[in-house]
């Protein structure tokens, strides 16, 4: 946007040093014309074929000053030389009027007029000429002077203001990569005096935006723990319920004393277990945002320990189904937050004890691959196709014919509190292609 007004600048330039030059050569050739009659007063008399001369001062002046680059010549009325210069020698002019052009000679350009003048010795025709035309000297001079000096200027001045402008937008970019950076949950504010002072409206208008979002998320945050915390306490209540009812149910089938049919106590039973479980996981889900928690201070956390107590709450229901729970740990400890790591761990053991067939295998394992811990739980159940490994991690989404028990929650309360640890789960099947195993790679 700069180097093209200046170009044309340059180029308007160029022209008007042409006029300017044009102006100058209008000037020589009226200064030649006025030089013819004094080259005709110089002629005084004849020595043989030839004229003799006493040169006027300001034509011998005008020869002085262009040592070879002025010429003439004094021709007779049929064009030939008879003093001067005998290229000069041509058809002269059918009138007095005066003929004014350009020729080159030697390698010159030469501005010539010729003009028919009366003398003593009767009418010849005067002749001059003149290689300092500016007209002729114009291109190099414009190019020397005028477009070479303009178009160096240009460049120094595109350099210029390319630094100038990477300068003065220095903290514009800085502040580009800040927001690049940016988590997509991360809606704090922006500070403003780290920022251009031409931009602060648009920062302040992000601030204003980020904030609305961020008491909206937070509203809904705040509605989904409230709904799930209220939820509990009747739903835990009914649970109780059913499930002593389901207990006398299974006594008195065989006895008949029971008005509702067995079958439909189990299914009531069955509802009203993934209920509790769907509340319970809600609330686990709003506790483990990630934004909630960027505030709360990491302690240092012994995965082995979180291993032991996984295997421990999870024994009794793996042995009811006559699943091998396994524990392959190793001493470990990594900076967290323990509570969440700890739901973490229980989705996953519950997951794989849930889906993995009666007389199967779940292993969980922590502790180091190289520098880097790790918590990891394996199965050798159905496994998940490798069309919807990307899927298994969002949520209230289930495998296509699963059976059992389930809200599709489990997996995504562990991938949202692997981002609050930075980082993510790693989804691959099981020992030779059997199963699910599922690795969360920490912070060393």
Aim: hydrophobic share 45%; net charge negative; glycine share 6%.
């Amino acid at each position: 946007m700069l180097i093209a007004p200046l170009v044309v600048l340059a180029m308007a330039n160029a022209w008007l040093e042409y006029r300017s030059a044009d102006n100058v050569a209008m000037h020589q050739d009226e200064r030649l014309l006025s030089l013819i009659p004094l080259v005709a007063d110089s002629v005084i008399g004849q020595s043989g074929d030839r004229p003799l001369l006493l040169l006027a001062p300001p034509f011998e002046e005008f020869l002085k000053d262009r040592p070879g680059a002025a010429a003439f010549a004094i021709l007779d009325p049929d064009g030939k030389v008879l003093h001067g210069d005998e290229w000069l020698a041509g058809l002269p002019p059918t009138d007095r009027a005066p003929e004014v052009h350009s020729e080159e000679h030697d390698g010159a350009s030469w501005r010539i007029v010729r003009q028919r003048e009366p003398t003593v010795l009767g009418e010849v025709v005067i002749v001059i000429a003149d290689s300092s035309d500016p007209r002729q000297q114009w291109a190099r001079s414009i190019l020397l002077r005028v477009l070479l000096p303009n178009f160096v200027l240009i460049a120094a001045a595109a350099f210029a203001v390319r630094w100038a402008v990477q300068q003065a937008l220095r903290p514009l970019l800085s502040l580009k990569e800040a927001v690049e950076r940016r988590s997509p949950r991360d809606l704090s504010a922006i500070d403003e005096a780290a920022s251009p002072e031409e931009v602060r409206p648009l920062v302040d208008s992000l601030n204003r935006l980020f904030g609305l979002v961020n008491a909206q998320a937070e509203s809904q945050r705040r509605f989904v723990a409230d709904a799930a915390h209220q939820l509990r306490t009747p739903i835990a209540g009914l649970q109780a319920q059913v499930e002593a009812w389901a207990q006398a149910a299974t006594t008195a089938a065989k006895a008949q004393t029971l008005a509702l049919p067995t079958e439909q106590v189990f299914k009531l039973r069955s509802a009203t277990r993934r209920t509790s479980q769907l509340a319970n996981q809600l609330l686990a889900l709003s506790r483990a945002d990630a934004r909630g928690m960027q505030a709360q201070p990491e302690q240092r956390v012994d995965l082995k320990a979180l291993c032991e107590g996984a295997l421990e709450a999870h024994l009794d229901a793996a042995t009811a189904r006559g699943i091998d729970l396994g524990l392959d740990a190793d001493p470990v400890h990594v900076m967290g937050h323990e509570w969440l790591l700890r739901e973490l761990l229980s989705n996953l053991v519950d997951n794989a004890v849930k889906y993995t067939h009666e007389g199967g295998c779940v292993t969980i394992r922590c502790g180091r691959r190289g520098s880097q811990p790790f918590l990891e739980v394996e199965d050798d159940g159905p496994g998940v196709p490798p069309h919807e490994m990307p899927r298994i991690l969002e949520r209230f989404y289930r495998v296509q014919g699963t059976q059992g028990e389930g809200n599709g929650l489990g997996l995504a309360i562990a991938e949202e509190i692997a981002r609050v640890h930075r980082t993510h789960l790693q989804l691959q099947p099981g020992t030779a292609g059997r199963g699910l195993k599922v690795t969360l790679p920490l912070p060393g």
